[in-house]
């Protein structure tokens, strides 16, 4: 079992920055790729970014440039560092280790999935 816990989400104002950070606890040693995913009102949940154990990553086409996710040299956590914040940014972000993660940058959708109850970022003025 993987428990992952999201913290550091907020109200910020368009152009602002926030970095989220999800707490990795459990039996991380299987997990292979961890990663960010948000959920506006009325959409799917989309892919933010990703990272696997060797550090290769992936991001979501609206956000590159302007979001950076890293983890600690434990795998005890890992962060989502945003800037440049828009309104259009607003969701419920989630932190996910696992199958959907190892997928996003593999192409491969195996093993176990894990995810975070969700921390809510608001951008607005």
């Known amino acids: 079992q993987v428990q992952l816990v999201e913290s550091g989400g907020g109200l910020v104002q368009p152009g602002g920055s926030l970095r989220l950070s999800c707490a990795v606890s459990?039996?991380?040693?299987?997990?292979?790729?961890m990663g960010w995913y948000r959920q506006a009102p009325g959409k799917q949940r989309e892919l933010v970014a990703a990272?696997?154990?060797?550090?290769?990553?992936k991001y979501a086409d609206s956000l590159k440039g302007r979001c950076t996710i890293f983890s600690d040299n434990g795998r005890t956590a890992v962060y989502l560092q945003m800037n440049s914040l828009e309104p259009e940014d607003t969701a419920v972000y989630y932190c996910?280790?696992?199958?959907?993660?190892?997928?996003?940058?593999?192409?491969?959708?195996?093993?176990?999935?894990?995810w975070g109850k969700g921390t809510l970022v608001t951008v607005s003025a």
């Open positions: 996910n280790a696992g199958s959907t993660s190892n997928g996003a940058i593999t192409g491969i959708y195996s093993g176990m999935d894990y």
């Open positions: 459990g039996t991380i040693s299987s997990i292979y790729a």
């Open positions: 990272i696997t154990r060797g550090g290769s990553t």
